[in-house]
């Protein structure tokens, strides 16, 4: 057993990387979910891509991935495939239309469950002011890219002024502080800008994928730097559709508790088996609609849930 200041100089270092993983890994379950979503690239256009060096270079040697992970069957285009990962369905959506038409009055979503179970969460969204409800497109900002806010229980029935809704879904900016004060809730939903994302081409690149794979390579290691992720921290990061079918699409595993080390299966997966992931790892239910009826991702952990 080494001192604790021995420890931490050594965490400092970058000596006891491994010993970091091994030892936060011991002291917990999965306790914190962090969740990125990037946009409209089948994985054959990332893994080998020399547009993504971050991703193909430090990601996958580190982390376990999945070879076969969908879209929901046929779903097309963003929007459903976020209220997919959020309720198992997309309620018969199939548009990007904004909340003042496609919201769902439904309280059978899972951040509504994890609310019920006093499981604290976020959605921090890059673009956003902070200071209303986001419910309509701002700047790079997509409101198509924030499912939360199509839940009226959530936006208290689309209000831009609704506290409830303003307490969580936050400014991307406020993450680094909330994780480095150790007060990030329990589960973490980002999504970046429609640059970041890989969704639209911007300057000074103009090339969608490293765009997105150089956001990563920014903010990311914030993540796996944080308390909340050597301590029982997974972190999921996948895409919203395949383009122009239905992928595969990426969907990469980071955490003390997954097998890492570049290992990948070719389990069939697609989004509700993200969100049966999640509602297991904390422990709530019904299992919400395709989530009841798809595989879990646990064989890309050693632990879990």
């Known amino acids: 057993m080494i001192s604790s200041r021995t420890f931490l100089a050594a965490v400092a270092s970058g000596i006891l990387t491994s010993m970091v993983v091994c ?70 959506i199939l548009n990007d239309n904004s909340p003042n038409t496609d919201s769902q009055s439904t309280t059978q979503h899972l951040v509504t469950l994890l609310k019920n179970a006093k499981i604290s969460w976020k959605a921090y969204e890059e673009g956003i002011s902070g200071t209303q409800c986001p419910l ?61 994302d890989m969704h639209d081409s911007c300057s000074p690149t103009n090339n969608t994928t490293r765009q997105g794979d150089t956001w990563l390579s920014q903010n990311v290691p914030t993540i796996l730097n944080s308390a909340a992720y050597r301590n029982g921290g997974a972190l999921f990061i996948t895409w919203d559709e395949g383009e122009p079918g239905d992928g595969p699409i990426g969907m990469i595993v980071l955490s003390p508790f997954a097998k890492g080390h570049g290992y990948q299966n070719s389990i069939p997966y ?29 064989d890309l952990f050693t632990v879990f849930p």
Request: proline share 6%; hydrophobic share 40%.
């Open 270 to 298: 697609d989004h509700g088996s993200a969100l049966r992931s999640v509602e297991e790892i904390f422990g709530v239910s019904p299992l919400l609609h395709d989530a009841a009826a798809q595989t879990d991702l646990a």
């Open 23 to 92: 030892a936060d890994a011991a002291a917990a379950n999965i306790e914190t979910v962090f969740v990125i979503l990037m946009e409209n690239h089948n994985w054959s256009a990332i893994k080998g891509s020399s547009s993504a060096p971050y991703i193909n270079k430090t990601l996958l040697p580190m982390a376990s991935h999945a070879e076969q992970y969908f879209n929901a069957p046929g779903i097309h285009p963003s929007l459903p495939n976020y209220l997919w990962l959020e309720a198992g369905t997309n309620f018969g």
């Open 136 to 196: 309509t497109n701002s700047g790079k900002y997509a409101v198509r890219h924030d499912p939360f806010v199509y839940f009226n229980d959530v936006t208290d029935n689309q209000s831009k002024t609704s506290a409830y809704c303003i307490a969580h879904v936050r400014p991307f900016t406020e993450l680094a502080t909330d994780l480095a004060n150790n007060t990030a809730p329990q589960y973490v939903f980002i999504t970046p800008n429609l640059c970041d």
